[in-house]
Each structure stands twice: as structure tokens, then as C-alpha cells.
């Protein structure tokens, strides 16, 4: 079902007239109330009266984290704070926190979004979604939460972890959607194997999968070990939480809220705006947000834009499935790698489990990024036999060189050695020093 086919299937000439008109605004509105927009307009030479259709967005400054870290906590802040209902704070994956603040409409809005959300995995007022999303600061939570309220749905807000009552509650509630990172929805699939919970038998058919990087090779798997489907869902603090793009019923890529946040995708070294179907670095501008409105935020997020239509009757542009973030990619002896690349390769190979973790360190001598991946073996494959493991490694290996086009130092670990995450899952250790 279309939550909003008003909005959502849109015309997209009316649209794209929307959207400038609630560009203009924004830009108007930030430039009187935020010093901080003044500032960096100013000093880019740009006057909200150069803004004269949707493409001049191009001649606006790019916002960035370490603005928004600048800026802490209430920099940025659009409106008086007693307008402020509610605060947010990302999970600081990659360093201090930042923060996002919304007002009531704000609220109303990412509800909105979120409800769109569910509703593209095929959820309605009569189903049981379990969030199983940590409910806090981290808006993975709450987000959830305001739209499946908005969408009239039964909500089990157990929050992440607790497995063993996820798991009791899904039977016991009939939980029809649950909600979680793809890293924990693994984890729940491992715990119920241990505790001889059949998992393909509870009433759950769809889960919705967000808030770090997972593969098509993940998604097959859950989709199997839980026998449901899985969707993806993107988001992030910044912009407001998850809800800014979702996958419909046919999973090609996700559909953006564009009435709501404004996508660009930019070729990362030069900041110039790339043609849609090009892979680059995702940029943000949100349209109505009221407490802390960004201006072309940068995201660091990789993907391109597919702006063919989609055959669920939405027009809105659809996002590419996330390669990864900038801050991620490794770069290993000249050659660029995301941890999803490696993540793809290991579910294709038999005796492992795609539990994995990358030690990046720098060698001293040679002063070049030395990566080592260790990989779990499955407890079926699981010897003594050292020729069995050496084996197994060395066919990693090949498969690696193959895949990534470098030889990575592969070694092999116990069974259940990787720790397990409630939440978003570490994949990359970086030892280096700077
Ligand atoms: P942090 O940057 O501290 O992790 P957030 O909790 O706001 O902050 O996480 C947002 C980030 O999570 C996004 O910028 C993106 O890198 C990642 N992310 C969110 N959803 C997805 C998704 N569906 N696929 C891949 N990455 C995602
Ligand atoms: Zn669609």
C-alpha cells in the first residue's frame, strides 16, 4: 500500500515546483536566523535572491560534519529552543556526536516519512511491528516508533537486545513486521538455533533493515533463515533519521522522500554535481525542517541515483543500494575497498559465516595500511584438521584477490570469536595512528 499516493506519486514537474518553492524559503529563513548560514553564505558571495530555480541549489555551500560538530549543541538552531520538543544524537560511529533537534511539525514530518516507510514493506494498521531498534538518542528507535504510530500499527517497543524475549514476544504478540540493524537480526537467528527456537515457524513476515552498511548477500541470508523478506530502510541523524529513503515491494533500489529531503549526488574530490545513474557521494538539503535545517549536507554515504520509475506507481527517485561511506573505505595499497565487498565474497563461500572484522594498521617500517581480515568458520567446518583450515584459507584468499584485486592477510578464528552486536556491528578496527 502507498502510505501518501498524493505525495508520493506526484506529478514530478509539480513536484520539482514544491520543491524549489520550499527551497527558496529555507534558504531565505536560514540566512535571516542562522549566523552561521549568513557566515558561510557571505563568505561564498551567495545572496538568497541568487537562488532562482531548483538547479542554482548548486551554487549553495556544502554543510559538513565537522559544521555541525563546530556548531555543537545549539548552533544551528532555526527557531527559539522553546520550540524544541525532542532531541536526537547520532551514535558517534565515527566520532563526537551530533546533534539534530526537531520541533512539533518536525516531528509530525519524520513520522511522516517513517510511515511511508512501513508501509513499503507492506505494513498497515493492522500489524504488529516489534522495534527492535535501540530506543534512545540514536533515532533508529524512536523513528520507528512515531511511524508506525502515525500508521495506526500495534507497537512493541522492546527496544535491541534481550533476545530470548524478542524471540518469546513475537510468538506470543504475533508480530507480523520486526524492526532492527541486519547485524542484530542475524544475531537473533544464531541465539534461536542455540535455544532450538524454530524461527521460520513465528508469524513474522518482513523485516526492516537499516542504520549501517549490509550486502545483498545478507539479505538473502536473513530472508532464508527467518523466511520472511527483508527491506532496507536509510537514514540518517542529520537529516532527520531513518525514513529519508525506503524500499518498496520491488526492492530495486530505495525510494527517497523527496517532497521532504532534497538528494544530490556530487563527485566527492571536486564537490560538482554528478548526472543521475553516477556514482557518488550523497548530499542532502532538508526541505521543511524547522528546528535544524541543513543545507546540502554531506553525507559521505556512496550510491547513485536511479531516476527511472519505479513499477510500484511511486515517481519519487529511487537511491542505489549504499556501497559504504567515504570514511570507511580503506584504502589498501592503492586500492580502494569497502567492507561490504568483502562482506559479499564471504556469504558465497562455503565453511565461513559472514562474521568478519578488518584490522587496519600502519606498518612501521614500510609506512604502508596493512589490512588483516579475520573471518569466523563455521562450527560444521570446524577441525583440528590444520589442513583442512589451511585449505579453507588459502580458498579465501584466492576468492579475495579475485573480488578485490589485492591479497589481504586472511586469518581464520573460532566459531562465535567476533562479538555480536544489539546495534550497529564494527567491521573495521583501525589501528592507526595519525
Ligand atoms: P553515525 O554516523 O554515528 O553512525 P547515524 O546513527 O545517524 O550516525 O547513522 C547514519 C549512517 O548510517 C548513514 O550515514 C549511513 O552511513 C549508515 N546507514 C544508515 N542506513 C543505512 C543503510 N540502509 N545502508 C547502509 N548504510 C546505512
Ligand atoms: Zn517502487
Known amino acids: 500500500m502507498i502510505f501518501n499516493p498524493q505525495k508520493e506519486c506526484e506529478n514530478k514537474e509539480s513536484r520539482k515546483k514544491m520543491q524549489f518553492a520550499l527551497l527558496k524559503n529555507l534558504v531565505e529563513h536560514v540566512y535571516n536566523s542562522v549566523p552561521f548560514y549568513k557566515a558561510k553564505f557571505d563568505a561564498a558571495g551567495i545572496k538568497p535572491a541568487d537562488i532562482k530555480c531548483l538547479e542554482d541549489i548548486a551554487k549553495l555551500p556544502f554543510t559538513t560534519k565537522s559544521d555541525l560538530r563546530e556548531t555543537y549543541p545549539y548552533g544551528l538552531l532555526a527557531v527559539p529552543q522553546a520550540d524544541i520538543v525532542e532531541i536526537h544524537m547520532s551514535s558517534g560511529t565515527t566520532g563526537t556526536p551530533v546533534v539534530d533537534a526537531y520541533t512539533e511539525r518536525d516531528l509530525d514530518d519524520w513520522a511522516e516519512a517513517m510511515a511511508r516507510t512501513l508501509s513499503g514493506a507492506g505494513a498497515c494498521h493492522t500489524d504488529t511491528v516489534q522495534n527492535a531498534y535501540g530506543y534512545g538518542l540514536f533515532t533508529g528507535g524512536m523513528g520507528v516508533h512515531h511511524g ?34 541486519p547485524s542484530y537480526a542475524m544475531y537473533m537467528a544464531e541465539r534461536a538455533k542455540e535455544l532450538g527456537i524454530d524461527i521460520k515457524s513465528l508469524p513474522v513476515r518482513a523485516g526492516l533493515f537499516g542504520a549501517e552498511p549490509w550486502s545483498e548477500g545478507i539479505r538473502k ?7 520472511i523478506k527483508a527491506y532496507d530502510v536509510y537514514g540518517l541523524t542529520e537529516i532527520t533519521g531513518p525514513g529519508v529513503a525506503f524500499e518498496c515491494e520491488y526492492q530495486a533500489g530505495m525510494h527517497v522522500n523527496e517532497d521532504l529531503f532534497y538528494p544530490e549526488i556530487i563527485n566527492p574530490d571536486t564537490g560538482e554535481p554528478v548526472p543521475d545513474g553516477t556514482k557518488g557521494e550523497l548530499v542532502f538539503t532538508t526541505l521543511t525542517k524547522q528546528g535544524t535545517p541543513l543545507i546540502r549536507y554531506r553525507t559521505r554515504d556512496i550510491t547513485f541515483i536511479i531516476p527511472e520509475e519505479c513499477s510500484c506507481g511511486r515517481t519519487t527517485r529511487r537511491i542505489h543500494r549504499l556501497f559504504g561511506r567515504t570514511d570507511d573505505m580503506l584504502i589498501i595499497r592503492g586500492v580502494n575497498v569497502f ?6 565474497a564471504l556469504v558465497e563461500i562455503h565453511g565461513v559465516e559472514p562474521n568478519y572484522q578488518i ?43 579475485s573480488k578485490l584485486g589485492i591479497h589481504l592477510k586472511i586469518k581464520l578464528v573460532e566459531p562465535k570469536s567476533i562479538e555480536r552486536s544489539t546495534g550497529k556491528s564494527k567491521r573495521v578496527i583501525d589501528k592507526r595512528t595519525y
Open 339 to 344: 567492507p561490504s565487498q568483502i562482506e559479499n
Open 359 to 401: 584490522i587496519v594498521d600502519r606498518n612501521a617500517q614500510t609506512h604502508l595500511d596493512d589490512a588483516e581480515l579475520h573471518v569466523e568458520v563455521s562450527e560444521s567446518q570446524f577441525s583440528d584438521e590444520t589442513k583442512d583450515l589451511e585449505s579453507l584459507r588459502s580458498k579465501i584468499d584466492n576468492v579475495m584477490k
Open 221 to 227: 541470508k536473513i530472508e532464508e533463515d527467518w523466511n
Open 148 to 181: 508506525a504510530k502515525k500508521l495506526g500499527a500495534t507497537i512493541i517497543p522492546i527496544s535491541s537486545g534481550n533476545t530470548e524475549k524478542q524471540l518469546m514476544l513475537m510468538r506470543d504478540f504475533n508480530t507480523t513486521l520486526f524492526s532492527c540493524t
